[in-house]
């Protein structure tokens, strides 16, 4: 690949990402609008107050049949493939209102080999598996709306536990993963409301106690998580239990208000103004951007200072976006403590040394890294995953040499459990040879089985070669001939071999690459060939859904496809 081209798709791209950034120095992005997100808003303002909210409920409902494919589906987003849970629920929203297509529930009968309601309830229940963090929420709303007519098909939430200390949840085996206990309490509430019992009167003694707490979990803004398909779960089963005037629902409302578009949809979230800024940080020094103080400065003032009544997590960590729904995690504490680390040249400061000994704390007992929180083990979201363990070992190797005392002492340890817990990986199903390192939170919706591992094992092996730490050389080096063998004919990669070549994936496994200077170069040239077609062809920045796979969601963000190029090309040098 001639530096030329090398530089002419650096150029543009520059130009495109500086072009994106806020008047606040952060870069915000764009997520995709979703369709879940926007079923379960309009479905859950009709809850609360059908009238008050009618011009968004309607404003919703045409976005929703605009983007229905012709035999009656939806996709996540409007770039992705139809599938069972976004078709569901947008029926079922437009049912609420006497507007489900025909088409829909057709194709719905198909995915659940028939029309009663024991096949719609057991092949959601079969889709998402023993976690419970989906599946029963959607089976609420078919509920709410009386497409499901029989309540007690749904699995019980136990509201109760909730009112429990936080530190002792991860011991209670508790049917949600982490960031799901909004929606435990909420649930749990309706369906007592609901389906009664004999022991409603005792339980009944609980629900003050659990509302206390899911206030208080509550952010400023009205939206768990900044995101409406949570929120919306949250008050639509509120308005039903009898809350519909409560403070938490009301804010739940005004939250999806403030959040809806212009063309009366919903994304999936605010937005990723937190991860996107410390992505375009790790690149903008290396491309002559001069403000290095200011943006340092931007990157410290995002992380928490407070303990987070979501999570209870301590002062210390950053979550995905500025925005007060926002949530401290261990892949969003890295990446901040990365950028910092090229930012400051290496000049520590309190927020670096309050990031560090954060991450310590969330750590995993087997050494591993999760994402929100330490040993919530039980359900796949809340494992050690590779990419996030991968990036502490980044962000803790870059530091340790700059650190002293007890807190280096305290980093290299913990640095030394990471690194045998990434060498466990390998010689189980998460890392072996075949299969490479599996990502938790990006996948490829083109793969059979959703998985990218090509994203997981590139972005690992970037990782670990980046910290310059003998034994995270050694691993990343026994994982490089994945990224060779899952090349595509076309020079690009996708998720995994022979599925669709992506900018995404490419980018990742070309950064990846970048770090074996004097090795795969018939690789390299091809990956950059296929880049640059896409240059040439203006694809370059076409939207790629790659997020969420862990629970069968999709989204895509504007600017991921740049800011994976630039970290690429940041590899090559140019």
């Given at each position: 690949m001639k530096t030329e081209q090398l530089k002419e798709i650096q150029t543009d791209a520059m130009e495109y990402l500086m072009k994106r950034r806020s008047e606040d120095g952060l870069w915000r992005g764009s997520l995709s609008s979703s369709a879940i997100s926007t079923a379960v808003s309009v479905f859950a303002l009709q809850r609360i107050d059908a009238d008050k909210y009618a011009t968004h409920i309607q404003a919703g409902v045409r976005w929703l049949q605009g983007a229905m494919k012709p035999?009656?589906?939806?996709?996540d987003s409007v770039e992705s493939p139809s599938n069972m849970t976004a078709t569901l629920l947008t029926y079922v929203s437009l049912y609420a209102v006497g507007q489900a297509p025909q088409e829909s529930r057709q194709y719905l009968n198909r995915q659940f080999g028939g029309d009663s309601e024991e096949?719609?309830?057991?092949?959601?229940?079969?889709?998402?598996?023993?976690?419970?963090?989906?599946?029963?929420?959607i089976l609420m709303m078919c509920a709410l709306a009386g497409v499901v007519k029989d309540w007690k098909k749904i699995p019980p939430f136990p509201f109760e536990l909730a009112t429990l200390p936080q530190r002792l949840f991860r011991y209670l085996n508790l049917p949600v993963v982490s960031y799901a206990i909004p929606a435990l309490i909420a649930i749990g509430i309706c369906q007592m409301h609901k389906k009664g019992g004999l022991l409603t009167p005792i339980r009944k003694l609980f629900v003050p106690k659990a509302m206390r707490v899911l206030r208080r979990m509550q952010p400023v803004d009205g939206g768990f998580l900044e995101a409406a398909p949570l929120t919306a779960f949250v008050s639509m089963c509120l308005a039903e239990g009898?809350?519909?005037?409560?403070?938490?629902?009301?804010?739940?409302?005004q939250f999806l208000v403030d959040t809806v578009r212009e063309d009366g949809s919903w994304p999936i979230d605010t937005n990723l103004s937190g991860w996107l800024t410390s992505l375009a940080s790790k690149v903008l020094p290396h491309n002559g951007i001069v403000d290095v103080e200011g943006l340092a400065n931007i990157v410290k003032g995002n992380a928490t200072t407070f303990v987070h009544p979501f999570t209870s997590a301590v002062p210390g960590g950053w979550g995905w976006s500025d925005l007060s729904g926002s949530v401290p995690d261990g892949d969003d504490t890295s990446g901040a403590l990365v950028a910092l680390y090229h930012l400051t040249q290496g000049k520590s400061s309190h927020e670096v040394e309050n990031g560090l000994k954060w991450l310590m704390q969330l750590q995993n007992n087997d050494g591993g890294m999760p994402?929100?929180?330490?040993?919530?083990?039980?359900?796949?979201?809340d494992r050690s995953t590779p990419d996030i363990t991968a990036h502490a070992i980044l962000a803790m190797g870059l530091w340790l040499p700059c650190l002293e005392g007890k807190l280096k002492?305290?980093?290299?340890?913990?640095?030394?459990?990471m690194l045998a817990w990434m060498e466990d990986t390998i010689e189980n199903d998460n890392g072996n040879e075949a299969s490479g390192w599996v990502p938790l939170w990006f996948g490829d919706q083109d793969a059979t089985d959703e998985k990218a591992p090509v994203y997981g094992t590139a972005t690992a092996i970037d990782y670990l070669m980046s910290a310059h730490h003998p034994a995270a050389t050694k691993l990343a080096q026994s994982q490089i001939d994945f990224i060779i063998r899952t090349q595509n004919d076309d020079g690009g990669w996708g998720g995994n071999k022979d599925v669709k070549s992506k900018v995404t994936f490419t980018s990742r496994a070309l950064a990846?690459?970048?770090?074996?200077?004097?090795?795969?170069?018939?690789?390299?040239?091809?990956?950059?060939e296929y880049l640059y077609r896409r240059h040439k062809e203006g694809?370059?920045?076409?939207?790629?859904?790659?997020?969420?796979?862990?629970?069968?969601?999709?989204?895509?963000?504007?600017?991921?496809?740049?800011?994976?190029?630039l970290n690429a090309l940041k590899g090559m040098n140019v």
């Open positions: 035999d009656g589906s939806w996709g096949a719609l309830t057991k092949g959601v229940l079969r889709y998402y598996g023993r976690d419970l963090t989906f599946s029963v929420p009898s809350f519909r005037e409560h403070e938490v629902t009301q804010r739940c409302a994402t929100f929180c330490k040993g919530w083990g039980k359900l796949p979201f002492t305290d980093v290299q340890k913990n640095l030394d459990r990846a690459l970048a770090h074996f200077p004097d090795k795969y170069e018939d690789a390299k040239n091809r990956g950059w694809t370059l920045y076409e939207r790629e859904p790659i997020g969420l796979y862990f629970s069968r969601l999709w989204y895509s963000e504007e600017l991921y496809n740049v800011l994976f190029l």
